[in-house]
Structures are given as C-alpha cells and as structure tokens.
C-alpha cells in the first residue's frame, strides 16, 4: 500500500488535432486517486498543450487548457517542458500557462510547477521514473 | 429523463445529469433536490456555487478529494472533511452536488 | 489552372505541409487547417520553408484554428491570409479542385 512510485506522462502531441492530449489528462486526472507520485513531461509538440491564450469559441471544440492549472489540485508535483522543443516552435516560457501546487496539510507551496529543462534531464527524469506512459 | 424547470423542458442524460451545462438556473437545483426530498439550505448552496466557480475556471467538476480540499481552503476547514459534504448531500458530494450544480459527473467517478 | 492544398498536420509532425509544398505547382494555393496552422507560427524551425512557398504560393491559414490553438494574429507569418469558413469556402469555389495533405 505504501509502495508509492514514480509515474511519468510523457506528452509529444498538439492539443486539437488528435485525442491524445486529451486521453492523457483525463487519465492523468483519474490516476490522481491513486497516491503515487505523478510527474508530466512535455516535449515535441506536446509543449503547445501548456500553451495560454486558447479561445475555441469558434471551433465547436471544448477548451481544455484550464483543466491543465488544476493539476496541481489533482497532486501533480511536476511538469516538465523540454526546452528544445519550445525553441524549435518560436516559444518561450512567457508563453506558457503557470500551475500552482499547494499541500494543504503542510500549507507548503509551490507557485509554478510549470520547469523548463534540457534534453538530456529530460532523459534522466524519464529514466528515473518507474513508470513511464507515453501518449 | 428530461426535467421541468420554470416551465423550460431540460434534457439529462441516464444518470440525471443535465445534458448541456448552459441550460442551468437555479431553479434545477431546487428541481432536483425536491425529487431527492432534499431541502436546500445556504449551506448547500456554498457548495453548488462553488462547484460553478470551479468548473467555470477549469472547465472540470472536481474529483471529491480535490473538492474536500478547495472547500476547506475557501469556506473553511470545518468544512473541507468528507463528513461534513455528505451530511448535505447523502448520496455522494461529487456525484449529487455535481448534478445539481448541472455539472458533468466528476472525471473518475464510476 | 490552379489548386487548393490543405493541410491538417503539424510541420513538426508530419511532412504533410513540406510535400504539399514540394508537390503544389507555382500560382497554388495552400490552407492550413486544424493542426496544420502551427505552420503558421512565426520564428519555427518550419517558418524559412513557409516563406519559401510563398514567394509563387498563395498561403492560408484558418481563424477558428489559430485560435484554438492560441496563436493571435501578430504571431503569424507576416504575408499569410488569415480567413474564417466562409473565406474557406470562397477558396474551394475559386479553384479548380481540393487537394487534402493529411
């Protein structure tokens, strides 16, 4: 029962086009039940998921890039962003939507879990994890 | 099953959820608290409210733990305990609260 | 004689937008729709390709799209039309046919 590991998302796909931006979170918000520890990572064109300033009031499509800043409700204690792939699409951390972690017993905070890395601790974080679900 | 609120007919779906959130009023609530022979009080209406205020910013209706620790954290520690939310709503706080507020079933609620 | 090439995939992804590009004859014209219109963005690895193009294309990309996807009008490609459904459907209506790059 305490056996808490190491779970990683690892998202690589644009929010609209295909479902699994989508299939990620809700299994990310259904996983949360679950006491492990729960980390994402966004890389390739997975980074455009945490991109702010959605409006889908024309498409017929629900916006869910605000369900992204709950994560941390939800005990999301990481979200990685590797800085290659921002690079290569013309953005930068300005551009990218802020996420609050607060542990209520503790009232320990942490403002913005939203961190941009490089490959290679991107590599390393992947590595480390127990588990790593790939959508 | 539809629901008649205020002589507007609503649609739902099996479960008694409201089929499109934009048709809530407060009037569904009161609709179908009285099916459930539930009176209404402040008290409930804290949380209704606060499950719109939350599904507005986050487009979500929260898992119960997630709801047990924003109410504690806006209305109160008194209030963010399982114990508390069930006495309102016996039959579940995410699940029966969520229908009245004309939420969605909370994500990973079966 | 002149045709309309869509484009649904991002330049990231796929090659879609490349071989529609490689394959569209000069006086083309080229839509980006649904997660094609990240081909839009300004300052991507895809953005010298895009000019490319158009120096004897025409480029399009779709408004609902763009905002969807949170890119705002001063983040496109300077040159590249932004047009809504009707505009889409004017395209279709002023080219001989549709070619879809999926």
């Known amino acids: 029962m305490s056996d808490i590991k190491k779970f990683m998302y690892l998202n690589r796909r644009a929010p609209y086009g295909t479902i699994y931006a989508w299939e990620s979170l809700e299994v990310v918000l259904i996983g949360a039940a679950f006491d492990q520890e729960v980390s994402l990572i966004f890389a390739d064109d997975g980074v455009f998921q945490l991109v702010k300033g959605s409006d889908t009031s024309e498409s017929d499509m629900k916006n869910f890039m605000p369900t992204y800043r709950t994560l941390g409700d939800y005990g999301v204690r990481h979200m990685y962003v590797d800085r290659a792939s921002l690079a290569a699409r013309g953005l930068s951390e300005d551009d990218l939507i802020e996420v609050a972690w607060e542990d209520y017993e503790t009232e320990e905070e942490v403002d913005n879990i939203v961190e941009i890395v490089d490959t290679d601790q991107a590599a390393k974080l992947m590595a480390e994890s127990e588990v790593v679900f790939s959508f | 099953m539809p629901i008649e609120v205020n002589g507007k007919t609503l649609e739902t779906d099996e479960e008694g959820y409201l089929a499109n959130i934009n048709e809530w009023e407060p009037g569904v609530a009161d609709v179908m608290a009285k099916e459930d022979e539930l009176d209404l009080t402040d008290e409930h209406w804290d949380i209704i409210n606060f499950l719109r205020e939350y599904y507005e910013e986050y487009q979500i209706a929260p898992a119960v733990r997630v709801l047990t620790k924003a109410v504690g954290k806006k209305l109160g520690k008194d209030k963010g305990n399982s114990k508390y939310l069930y006495g309102l709503f016996p039959y579940g706080p995410g699940k029966q609260a969520c229908r009245y507020a004309g939420l969605p079933k909370p994500t990973g609620c079966v | ?102």
Not at chain 3, 13 to 40: P, Q, R, T, W
Not at chain 3, 85 to 92: I, N, R, S
């Open chain 3, 1 to 102: 004689m002149s045709d309309l090439f869509t484009v649904n995939k991002s330049p990231f992804e796929k090659n879609s937008l490349e071989a529609a590009i490689k394959f569209s004859l000069a006086g083309s014209s080229i839509l980006m729709i649904e997660d094609g219109v990240y081909g839009a963005m300004k300052g991507t690895a895809a953005e010298d390709m895009v000019k490319g193009a158009m120096s004897d294309r025409k480029v399009y990309a779709l408004k609902s799209d763009l905002m969807a996807r949170a890119i705002k009008d001063d983040r496109v490609i300077e040159g590249i039309e932004v047009i809504d459904y009707a505009g889409f459907v004017d395209l279709v209506e002023a080219n001989d046919k549709v070619q879809a790059w999926v």
